[in-house]
């Protein structure tokens, strides 16, 4: 026969329990991110695609997710600081010293636009960089070829300060290649109205889309949570 203490017992590891999953769901993340959409957007209903998928997977473990926008470097700077879990969506190169990159949450293309009737082609890198004036986004980091051709050739490069401007300039024939994803750039070109941009190559680089997870003690749990969460996530597919 069970004692009346040990329901008593019994009643307070329950509740214990409870209170514990009832803590676990209303568990909230909070990341910085910059406006680059489609992937991610302050303006957009869905916060973007990519941040619409994080916030499903870490749904699905009862964690709130809460995104906040800021310009990319300062996303990066903020996300250094106690507030935030790290800052997402990166490419893995941008993923800087101090943090660590988690599975791929989602994915991007690295790729080649120009303008209607440029004539331009995509071929060997050097040549390609030697002859041309190639469009770039200021504060990315771009693969080991892209970063190296961009510096050996500083006289064939324009740096943007983000995507509308790139777009911009291409549109105008300011540039005859921008390098960046080709969602990003037509989606820009569609906001503005811009009809003339086209793709020379649509997929240089399949680029993982992951969270810079700031590596420290504090974040040293969800780092492995999210890890799990996101394998668990790609073997039901």
Same mark, same amino acid.
């Given at each position: 026969? #069970?004692? %009346?203490?040990?329901?008593?017992?019994?009643?307070?590891?329950? +509740?214990?329990?409870?209170?514990?999953?009832?803590?676990?769901? $209303?568990?909230?993340? %909070?990341?910085?991110?910059?406006?680059?959409?489609?992937?991610?957007? $302050?303006?957009?209903?869905?916060?973007?695609?990519?941040? !619409? =998928?994080?916030?499903?997977?870490? =749904?699905?473990?009862?964690?709130?997710?809460?995104? !906040?926008? &800021?310009?990319?470097?300062?996303?990066? %700077?903020?996300? =250094?600081? @106690?507030?935030? #879990?790290?800052? /997402?969506?990166?490419?893995?190169?941008?993923? %800087? !010293?101090? &943090?660590?990159?988690?599975?791929?949450?989602?994915?991007?293309?690295?790729?080649?636009?120009?303008? =209607?009737?440029?004539?331009?082609?995509?071929?060997?890198?050097?040549?390609? /960089?030697?002859?041309?004036?190639?469009?770039?986004?200021?504060?990315?980091?771009?693969?080991?070829?892209?970063?190296?051709?961009?510096?050996?050739?500083?006289? $064939? #490069?324009?740096?943007?300060?983000?995507?509308?401007?790139?777009?911009?300039?291409?549109?105008?024939?300011? #540039?005859?290649?921008?390098?960046?994803?080709?969602?990003?750039?037509?989606?820009?070109?569609?906001? &503005?109205?811009? @009809?003339?941009?086209?793709?020379?190559?649509?997929?240089?680089?399949?680029?993982?889309?992951?969270?810079?997870?700031?590596?420290? !003690?504090?974040?040293?749990?969800?780092?492995?949570? +999210?890890?799990?969460?996101?394998?668990?996530?790609?073997?039901? @597919?």
């Amino acid at each position: 026969m #069970i004692s %009346k203490q040990m329901i008593r017992m019994m009643v307070v590891v329950f +509740i214990t329990q409870l209170i514990a999953l009832g803590s676990a769901y $209303s568990e909230t993340w %909070k990341v910085a991110s910059l406006d680059w959409q489609p992937y991610s957007g $302050s303006d957009l209903a869905n916060q973007g695609n990519s941040v !619409e =998928k994080l916030k499903k997977l870490l =749904k699905s473990e009862g964690i709130d997710l809460v995104v !906040e926008f &800021f310009p990319w470097l300062r996303a990066q %700077k903020n996300a =250094k600081t @106690k507030d935030y #879990i790290g800052y /997402f969506p990166a490419w893995p190169e941008e993923v %800087k !010293e101090g &943090f660590v990159a988690s599975p791929a949450v989602d994915y991007s293309f690295l790729g080649v636009l120009s303008y =209607k009737g440029s004539g331009v082609t995509w071929g060997n890198i050097d040549s390609v /960089f030697s002859h041309n004036k190639i469009g770039v986004v200021q504060t990315y980091v771009y693969p080991k070829d892209i970063d190296a051709a961009i510096k050996k050739y500083p006289k $064939s #490069i324009d740096f943007s300060p983000d995507e509308v401007a790139l777009v911009k300039k291409t549109s105008l024939k300011r #540039i005859a290649i921008a390098i960046t994803d080709p969602k990003v750039m037509f989606y820009n070109a569609e906001k &503005f109205g811009l @009809k003339n941009i086209v793709v020379i190559n649509n997929s240089i680089e399949k680029k993982d889309l992951v969270i810079a997870l700031r590596n420290d !003690e504090e974040n040293k749990k969800r780092i492995e949570l +999210i890890k799990h969460i996101i394998e668990k996530n790609a073997k039901q @597919k």
